[in-house]
């Protein structure tokens, strides 16, 4: 079945960096956009990033732009989060995310925490 998991999450401190990695099973992933959200603690789920299917067009949320970079690796099935500069407002759950048969689908998140 259609299947996101997510890694690479953990505690690290103001102005560190993190590589998120997201790897997909059960669709052809090379066919499809993706997308990084985050959830910060009490907060409502929010948009990170996006690439599309071809990999040339990429959007960031205005608050990271600058900062993360997101890519994929159509050989490995796999989308990745670079966060650099991170600070302590980056702390939430990430999501990766992609649309297939009309229907949305998330993994089950990984936690990066930023804090001294």
């Known amino acids: 079945q259609v299947q996101l998991v997510e890694s690479g999450g953990g505690l690290v401190q103001p102005g560190g960096s993190l590589r998120l990695s997201c790897a997909a099973s059960?669709?052809?992933?090379?066919?499809?956009?993706m997308s990084w959200y985050r959830q910060p603690p009490g907060k409502e789920r929010e948009f990170v990033a996006y690439?599309?299917?071809?990999?040339?067009?990429?959007n960031y949320a205005d608050s990271v732009k600058g900062r993360f970079t997101i890519s994929r690796d159509d050989a490995k099935n796999t989308v990745y989060l670079q966060m650099n500069s991170l600070k302590p407002e980056d702390t939430a759950m990430y999501y990766c995310?992609?649309?297939?048969?009309?229907?949305?689908?998330w993994g089950q998140g990984t936690l990066v925490t930023i804090s001294s």
């Open positions: 059960g669709f052809t992933f090379s066919r499809f956009k």
């Open positions: 690439i599309s299917s071809s990999g040339g067009i990429r």
């Open positions: 995310n992609t649309k297939t048969g009309g229907v949305e689908v």
